[in-house]
């Protein structure tokens, strides 16, 4: 077997091993499964006192309810008009655990990426993207 073989082969044999991976993806912990949609939920129906519940100090002093309130207008009519919750992975950064949740919206509108960042239970870090 020449060289150029045996590099086409460790290619293939990557692109294989590569997709398999894909194919078998994770699928998020009950508790942060749970976490989403309760954080979720509450953008959508603009509900402040639940979300912030979930939040630890410096979150709650940063995300004021007017911050909220325009987070929720922003999203409130593609949240009405349906959506799905898609899991996408998790990581390890700085201490927390980070899970990332893709939103598809019905409105055929651009996805939207959620980033939940926990630390000790507690919210830490929320973005919606």
């Avoid at 692109?15 to 989403?36: C, F, I, N, R, T």
């Avoid at 949740?101 to 919210?123: C, E, M, N, P």
Wanted: aromatic letters at 10%.
């Amino acid at each position: 077997m020449n060289s150029k073989t045996f590099r086409s082969l460790v290619f293939a044999a990557a692109m294989v091993l590569g997709s398999s991976a894909v194919v078998s993806a994770a699928k998020p912990s009950k508790e942060d499964a749970a976490l989403s949609s309760k954080l979720i939920t509450a953008i959508e129906k603009s509900d402040y006192d639940t979300f912030i519940a979930e939040a630890d100090a410096p979150v709650r002093k940063a995300l004021t309810k007017e911050l909220f309130a325009s987070t929720c207008a922003k999203y409130a009519t593609r949240f009405h008009a349906g959506y799905e919750v898609s899991y996408l992975g998790d990581l390890n950064q700085y201490g927390c655990h980070v899970t990332l949740w893709k939103i598809s919206f019905k409105d055929h509108g651009d996805d939207a990426l959620v980033t939940q960042v926990v630390k000790g239970g507690r919210i830490a870090g929320y973005w919606i993207k």
